[in-house]
């Protein structure tokens, strides 16, 4: 986890945790939540980039088939906060 506020979360992706300094392909994901109460409404949503963290880009950052399974994880991420909504 990079940071932490009660409406978001923001955490790093594209390596393992234990490498902390910059590494070759990297990423952020950033969930947030905001409460309408009044309405009775809870919006998410969820920014995930990806970034060469080392050297000089010549192209993509990261292959398609990893940028696929990254749309899948931050899906797979949202549909699981939505479900732990207790109305």
Same mark, same amino acid.
């Given at each position: 986890?990079?940071e932490?506020s009660?409406?978001?979360v923001t955490l790093?992706?594209g390596? %393992?945790p234990?490498e902390?300094?910059v590494?070759e392909?990297d990423?952020l994901?950033?969930a947030? &939540?905001k409460v309408?109460?009044g309405?009775?409404?809870?919006?998410f949503? /969820?920014? %995930?980039?990806f970034?060469?963290?080392?050297g000089r880009a010549?192209?993509?950052?990261m292959?398609?088939w990893?940028?696929? /399974?990254?749309?899948?994880?931050?899906? /797979?991420?949202?549909?699981?906060? &939505?479900r732990?909504v207790? &109305?």
């Amino acid at each position: 986890m990079v940071e932490r506020s009660p409406e978001e979360v923001t955490l790093r992706c594209g390596g %393992s945790p234990k490498e902390r300094g910059v590494r070759e392909g990297d990423g952020l994901f950033k969930a947030w &939540v905001k409460v309408d109460g009044g309405k009775g409404e809870v919006q998410f949503g /969820l920014t %995930s980039v990806f970034f060469q963290g080392k050297g000089r880009a010549g192209a993509e950052p990261m292959p398609a088939w990893i940028k696929w /399974l990254h749309q899948v994880y931050g899906k /797979l991420m949202m549909e699981d906060a &939505v479900r732990r909504v207790q &109305v």
